[in-house]
């Protein structure tokens, strides 16, 4: 079987899929164009996220058997008229799981004490102990929404800090001994602290907007390590001016490219960057804290998004 590889990855990936036998072939910088022109070459192939993966693109293919994408969500990817190609999709929450649990932890634990903004004051000489006052977990309620590999994993690092941790999903008895399966309007009734662990779907587009916002009882603090385009930006601007959101951890923006690797677009009519305004609030926010994206982005990930591939490859096709 040969198999194109269209991003970068762990040497691993290749080292191993050779010794099983495998045919490798590598193409990190042609464009959609061109290697749709050859894709019908191949039995399957590897993506992380360079290009969407349209209708189009698989009717080039001939006898595509797999599509392996290492990360977590198949967004990019129609999985509708895959399955009925009969193409194996593989993908690999198991491989970042971890390290988006420990991201989402230190998000919350830097927006809790303030580690940004003190950080920042006291390399400019400012020492204000009372005004970076900080809070702690212990007693807190943090609903989590979206109970799979990510969330579960984050339920599992918040066990020693002694909070209450509910969890909606729209899947049945998704709870488990680290956190308790509850309804959304019980969620939104009793979290401190909201956590987005969902994929991009049309039932999580958007999801988080103003009348999302204001059915919580209480004001919460928000973290984002799921996708951008779960939150309506200018409605989380208008709930963190109202307090109605504390503050708020963002690996993911509703901005981002389908590819992960870029935010803005060049303007029409300069070399600068459109910036939209919700974003020029959420930058210069100090209850703010943002990543580009990374919060499965660990070295150790690297490998095991690499090797989750490589498993399941193994297990299906020889």
Not at 14 to 40: M, P, R
Not at 117 to 132: C, F, Q, S
């Amino acid at each position: 079987m040969k198999i194109l590889h269209l991003d970068t990855n762990h040497k691993l990936l290749i080292e191993q899929l050779n010794a099983l036998g495998f045919t490798n072939h590598e193409d990190y910088t042609s464009s959609k164009e061109d290697i749709q022109k050859v894709i019908h070459q191949y039995d399957g192939f590897i993506i992380r996220s360079r290009f969407k993966i349209d209708k189009q693109f698989l009717n080039a293919t001939q006898d595509l058997k797999f599509i392996g994408r290492v990360g977590a969500g198949l967004e990019n990817i129609d999985c509708d008229y895959a399955e009925q190609k009969g193409i194996k999709l593989i993908a690999a929450p198991e491989g970042n799981r971890n390290a988006v649990g420990e991201h989402s932890l230190a998000m919350l634990l830097s927006l809790f004490n303030k580690l940004n903004k003190a950080d920042r004051e006291v390399r400019n000489g400012k020492w204000l102990r009372e005004d970076n006052r900080g809070l702690e977990l212990d007693g807190k309620t943090v609903g989590l929404i979206g109970y799979g590999n990510m969330g579960k994993a984050f339920a599992k690092k918040l066990k020693g800090f002694y909070v209450e941790v509910l969890c909606y999903d729209i899947k049945a008895d998704a709870g488990d001994q680290n956190a308790k399966q509850v309804s959304l309007k019980e969620l939104q009734a009793k979290a401190n602290v909201l956590s987005l662990h969902t994929p991009e779907t049309p039932l999580t587009i958007d999801m988080v907007n103003s009348e999302f916002i204001n059915a919580f009882l209480n004001p919460f603090w928000l973290i984002n390590t799921a996708r951008g385009k779960s939150v309506v930006t200018k409605d989380l601007v208008t709930a963190l001016q109202l307090g109605k959101i504390l503050g708020a951890g963002l690996d993911v923006l509703e901005y981002e490219k389908s590819s992960f690797e870029n935010l803005f677009k060049p303007s029409v009519t300069s070399s600068e960057v459109e910036m939209p305004e919700a974003f020029k609030y959420l930058i210069s926010a100090e209850n703010v804290l943002l990543s580009p994206h990374v919060a499965g982005w660990t070295v150790e990930s690297k490998e095991k998004l690499a090797q989750t591939i490589v498993d399941k490859i193994k297990k299906h096709f020889t």
